[in-house]
């Protein structure tokens, strides 16, 4: 057995505590082997598999449910993220600093968690209901899918767990902020406190394996598409759609009465019998659509 300090992040309760062979390699190696296949394989993705970054839409075949838990799912995710970065990610000693006790920042962390964990959970259900019961949605599933929605789905249930269980447990419940996160705040500088997540309980430990299983995972899974944000879009121009209007189309067929008369049916037509809508691109400038026809053709073979 070997014996670990931990770097000082804050005063965590496993100060110094016997670790095993298995806790060095979950929460000393894991983490990095899952940000190498993280990272290598978004890049091997986008080398050899650019035409399969996407999220293979299925709204077409089924839209109903699809606006209720699509934004339920990923509304509810967002929330969750945020809710993990200011618990793992600002210490303890910073909340405290700015005069929220640590009540209140309990109150607040499971009161929005859990509205942000229940929503979560229950627009994932609703997907894979949706998946699950609609004919060709479920036939254009793969096992790449099934799998991505298992561990998906684990994370998040187990995420729900370690925050109800909090309430439960009360002032006796577990404090992540003297454990996990201050680990997690380890693995960026390459000093993993792994006494520190070694004295975390079971339950926080299910969840963090979980989730690197996910992230190892990610690259190869349509979840992918979560790092091609379409960020771009606040800033391109306007698209300007522009349709035949009322004068484009009159003025069109008053040109074409003056070269050649009306065709019976009221359209309006050229010596050549072809339709005189104007061109855009031809001189003077006015709107319409060009003339294009299998009547042209025939009077030019003739």
């Known amino acids: 057995m070997l014996a670990f300090a931990s770097p000082n992040f804050e005063t965590e ?39 399969g970054w996407t999220t293979r839409s299925s709204q077409l075949y089924e839209s109903r449910l699809l606006r209720i838990a699509s934004p339920l799912f990923h509304f509810g995710l967002l929330a969750v993220v945020a809710g993990h970065f200011f618990g793992l990610v600002i210490p303890k000693s910073w909340t405290e600093a700015v005069g929220m006790s640590q009540d209140f920042y309990h109150f607040n962390a499971l009161f929005v968690g859990g509205i942000a964990g229940i929503g979560t959970l229950g627009g994932i259900v609703l997907l894979i209901y949706r998946r699950r019961t609609t004919g060709p949605v479920f036939m254009a599933t793969t096992k790449n899918d099934k799998a991505m929605y298992v561990v998906l789905t684990a994370a998040i249930v187990f995420g ?25 705040r380890s693995l960026f500088i390459f000093q ?20 690197m299983a996910l992230f190892i995972i990610w690259p190869f899974t349509r979840l992918v598409h979560a790092f091609t944000a379409p960020f771009h879009y606040l800033f391109r121009p306007y698209i300007v759609y522009r349709s035949r209007d009322r004068d484009g189309g009159r003025a069109g067929r008053r040109a074409g009465a003056r070269s050649g008369g009306a065709r019976p049916g009221g359209r309006a037509g050229n010596k050549s019998g072809a339709s005189s809508v104007h061109n855009p691109n031809a001189p003077g400038g006015k709107r319409g659509w060009s003339a294009v026809g299998t009547e042209d053709r025939d009077t030019r073979n003739r």
């Open 160 to 184: 729900l767990w370690t925050t109800l269980a909090s309430v439960f447990e009360g002032e006796h419940g577990h404090n992540y902020r003297e454990t996990v996160a201050p680990w997690f």
């Open 13 to 51: 309760p496993a100060a110094a505590v016997e670790l095993s062979a298995l806790d060095i390699v979950l929460w000393g190696v894991l983490p990095y082997v899952m940000v190498v296949v993280l990272v290598g394989g978004l890049v091997w993705r986008y080398k050899y598999d650019q035409f």
């Open 192 to 211: 993993p406190d792994i006494a520190a997540m070694a004295a975390a309980p079971f339950s926080f430990h299910l969840h963090t394996l979980v989730g």
